[in-house]
């Protein structure tokens, strides 16, 4: 069955920093482009980060130099690392996989996992 | 980063059909055939319902339909029903940009 398993969300004070995990089944994270979608208490959806499959990385302003994304191939799983966190972080983080390889057609989704960002 | 714009909400009654508008500009949508939309019921994971504007992935119902014109996408649900009550997101590829770009998001109320 392909699916995606988050974990790693917790309540984390602001300045702090958290690795998420994004363990994947039914296919490669280093052979897709693979994306970290977030959503903020009573906002929309935001694209966060971009992996894709020649290893390139994307990044919305708000998290560069602040968020890292990157793959483990023997583990098949994705991760976000996020450090220096601010309250506007706080957001159910969401990752996906891209089908359409670039056109932002993500047909693969995990659960979700949560993170609080507190002061 | 500016989001694509999406009416906040839309209504209608079971087996009506409604449509709900994504308006970008000629860098996103009016440039490229690369539109998605995305159904959200709160607490649960995004679904994919159309890729590449008119494209629907196995599995979707074919209530679901995609379209474009110039600088507007558009999904249309026929026969709606219940369980369609959902909020919709459009997403794009725009020129210059790293990332997608989402609309604000509408809220269908059935």
């Known amino acids: 069955e392909v699916q995606l398993v988050e974990s790693g969300g917790d309540l984390v004070q602001v300045g702090g920093s958290l690795r998420l995990s994004c363990a994947a089944s039914?296919?490669?994270?280093?052979?897709?482009?693979m994306s970290w979608v977030r959503q903020a208490p009573g906002k929309g959806l935001e694209w966060v980060s971009v992996?894709?499959?020649?290893?390139?990385?994307s990044y919305i302003d708000s998290v560069k130099g602040r968020f890292i994304i990157s793959r483990d191939k023997s583990k098949n799983t994705l991760f976000l690392e996020m450090h220096s966190l601010r309250a506007d972080d706080t957001a159910i983080y969401y990752c996906?996989?891209?089908?359409?390889?670039?056109?932002?057609?993500?047909?693969?989704w995990g659960q979700g996992t949560t993170v609080t960002v507190s002061s | 980063q500016s989001a694509l714009t999406q009416p906040a909400s839309v209504s209608g009654s079971p087996g009506q059909s409604i449509t709900i508008s994504c308006t970008g500009t000629?860098?996103?949508?009016?440039?490229?055939?690369?539109v998605s939309w995305y159904q959200h019921h709160p607490g649960k994971a995004p679904k994919l319902m159309i890729y590449?504007?008119?494209n629907r992935p196995s599995g979707v119902s074919d209530r679901f339909s995609g379209s474009k014109s110039g600088n507007t996408a558009s999904l249309t649900i026929s026969g709606l029903q219940t369980e369609d009550e959902a909020d919709f997101y459009c997403?794009?590829?725009?020129?210059?940009?790293?990332?997608?770009?989402f609309g604000g998001g509408t809220k269908l109320t059935v």
């Open positions: 996906a996989r891209d089908k359409t390889i670039g056109r932002y057609g993500l047909d693969v």
């Open positions: 039914g296919f490669g994270v280093t052979n897709n482009y």
């Open positions: 992996t894709r499959s020649d290893g390139s990385t």
């Open positions: 000629s860098s996103d949508i009016g440039g490229y055939n690369y």
């Open positions: 590449d504007v008119n």
């Open positions: 997403a794009s590829y725009r020129r210059n940009n790293t990332l997608g770009i």
